[in-house]
């Protein structure tokens, strides 16, 4: 049990990494607060995890919002007593082209959503990790934000991703001494509906961009963000950890 005693919050948890995730937290004995706007999702898998002896809460909010970051806080506080981790996942892909083409509502829609965002959760995330003595948090940021990987018109997205790196660094620097480690965790194409599942087309050009030929599976990535919310990771802070099936290392 990598999180037994833990309480963490996972943002994005209706779909996806983040669903994949909080399924795999809670069974490694965490209590989960789970994010995001589709509440009827969120409500589903909070009765997975009951069903399956876990406990979770769940709170639909938009993760834009001040106030929601706030309030997972809340909730986590007020149901388990205290908070031990963040998983900040949510995030959305926006319009894809080129720069000039580009309205600048869908550049600050994807700033906010996938950075802006980061920035408030962990606002409100450190100080009761700080009153706690410490604290683990994860941004989940891209290899998109790290090497193109050929990805075509993904600008306000790969600029997003890139400053939640910075943004984790710079945490990390600031909150080492507090006890809370700060990482990003870059996952390669994964097989999500953001990531083209349900696109056979997609998923085959993606996973051919992919040194190993394949996408990762949510629960793949799953794994990578429990390392770095565990124990196991006690030393690792300010880290931007790849798990990209080599799309970073690629040279053709
Ligand atoms: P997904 O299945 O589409 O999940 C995205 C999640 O973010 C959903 O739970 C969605 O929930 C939530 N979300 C989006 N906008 C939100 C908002 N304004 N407020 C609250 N929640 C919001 O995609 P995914 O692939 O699992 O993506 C998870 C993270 O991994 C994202 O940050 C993504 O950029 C990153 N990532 C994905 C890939 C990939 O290939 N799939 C690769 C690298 C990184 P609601 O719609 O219910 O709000």
Redesign the pocket.
Known sequence: MELENKTVIV?????????AAALLFAAEGADVVL????SA??ETLAGTIRRGNGRAAFL?????DEG?ADALVDLAMREFGKLDAAFN?????GEMGPIPDMGTSNWNDVLS??LT?AFLAAKAQIPPMKEQGGGSIVF?????GFSNGGMPGMGA?AAS?AGLIGLARSLASDHAADGIRVNAL????????????GNPDVLEF?ANLHPMKR??S?KE?AQAALFLLSDRSSFVTGSPMIADGGISVRLT
């Open positions: 943002t994005g948890a209706s779909s996806g990494i983040g669903a994010g995001a706007r589709r999702n969120l639909a909010g938009d993760v834009k929601y996942n949510a995030g959305i892909v959503v996938n965002a989940t940021s891209s290899f998109v997205y991703k870059l996952p390669g194409g994964t097989v999500t509906p953001a990531g083209g599942e993606i996408m990762a949510a990535i």
